[in-house]
């Protein structure tokens, strides 16, 4: 073994620990996050509350999307760890309070507009609703009360950021999971009160905030013990404030392809009674691998891009791209696959009760089907991105976007009228597809990241771990059915676990058998996590 391939392999070992933590809490947060949609579903449904509810939400969480997991954090990382590197934290603390008081004016402003005008935000993304009387009305009050839930959660992602970039991972990949257990716990009240739909609705949207505050109230702990005083200062002209938001700017819209094609999908989705609401569903499943495999290594992978584009070192940019890339590629694939071929139990186990219905289950699955194409898009979004933003050329992820944008809008404006609200999960799945091809093609050029370096290959194998994993999940699924058929918790619970644990199985050993290395580190994590290993 040379020595390239010594510090490959640890490289990809130090990856897989580092990911392994973030995914660990990432995951805890995603579990109470659909424990906190089922709360919803069977509270709500996707009756017409649930449909205004989830419009109301996604005005203020499209643009919590792009600052938390996105624009500015992509932007805010590099800036923080340059100036840690070259002036020491004092310097990187002073900029970090100049931030926070910017982003309080700005969104405090951002709030106002937003109150002010709901009427209008409502009626371009769910123009739909007014077939329905009173949802308009509806929507429009319950985008005024959670509006202020922008600013409480962009400036917890300043902190997430600041954590992060001193390779603090824990605290900030499980405050989120505070937000999620004040949602369940309100939700639990709003239960015991015994509520209308009505007042079920204004009450979630008032937890929401709490939600919120609680997320941003989990990172001062750690910003505490490194020594951060918050001290209001406004300088918008500061050198390294303007590079974040110079970097923003491309980065806002370079990230944007989810949330744009999720607006254009409001849009369409809003003439279909219900649609909303299964998307919903339908992506927040989604949301648990994108998290737990992407979030996690493009986390890690934003921090490392960062200090080896500051250190001139392009080879090893390069190899941590490839070992970040792989490591997602491993996990997302069998995800995609699986929730393909699972989609219908899966739905059943996770909502189908109370106010949620088979008719529901029905059309959650189809839309998960076809976000799940996607999926490996998704989160291979999350590592690529970074790359560009540590090398300075913003402006690719940007072209991704529009890219991503202008196919979702074609697959729906062709395949509407024929496939409804189905239309609007597979051009988001195939936008985003072209996004994450055409980053990987111009690194491809840059960083010769995939030409010699096996990652084809590699993708290859865990492809045909997957084609082989597959049926061997539908299968077991409907013998399942057939023996324990479909009511009832525990027998939807086998129908649903049951295959999935097969699955894990057989591709892990399709893939050994292929000799991917990926499965032995994680095989070698599980063991070191292992009690009395």
Known sequence: MNAEQVKSGGERAQLVRSAGLISAFTLLSRLLGLVREQAFAALLGAGPFADAFQ???????????????????????????????????????????????????????????????????????????????????VTILLTRVMMPFLPLVSVAAVAMGMLNAEQRYGAPALAPALFNVVAIV????????????????????????????????????????LGFRYRPEWRPFDPDVLAVLRLMGPATLGLAAVQVNIFLSSRFASHDPGAVSWLNYAFRILYLPIGVFGVAAGTIAATGLARRAAAGDTAGLGETLRQSLRLVAFLTVPSMAGLMALAVPVVRLLYERGKFTSADTAGTAAALALYSLGLVAYSGVKVLAPAFYALGRPRVPLLGSVLAVGANLAVMLALHGRLGFRAVALGTALGSLLNALLLLVVLERRLLVVRGHGLSGALGRMLAGALVMAPACWGAARGLEGLLGTRGLLAQALTALGPVVLGVLVYGLVTRLLRLPEVEAVLALARRRRPGA
Do not use: C, H
Request: no cysteine; hydrophobic share 55%; proline share 7%.
């Open 55 to 137: 419009i109301a939400f996604r005005i203020p969480n499209l643009l919590r999307d792009l600052f938390a997991e996105g624009a500015l954090s992509a932007a805010f990382v590099p800036t923080y760890t340059r100036l840690v590197a070259r002036d020491g934290r004092p310097a990187a603390f002073r900029f970090a309070s100049r931030m926070l008081t910017l982003l309080n004016v700005a969104l405090g402003g951002l709030v106002l507009v937003g109150v002010a005008a709901a009427p209008q935000l409502v009626s371009a993304l769910a123009p739909g609703y007014e077939a329905v009387p009173g949802k308009t009305e």
């Open 186 to 225: 309100w939700a639990l009240g709003l239960w015991g009160l015994g509520y209308g739909p009505r007042e079920v609705a204004l009450g979630w949207a008032v937890g929401t905030l709490a939600g919120g505050l609680a997320q941003f109230a989990g990172q001062l702990p750690g910003l505490w013990r």
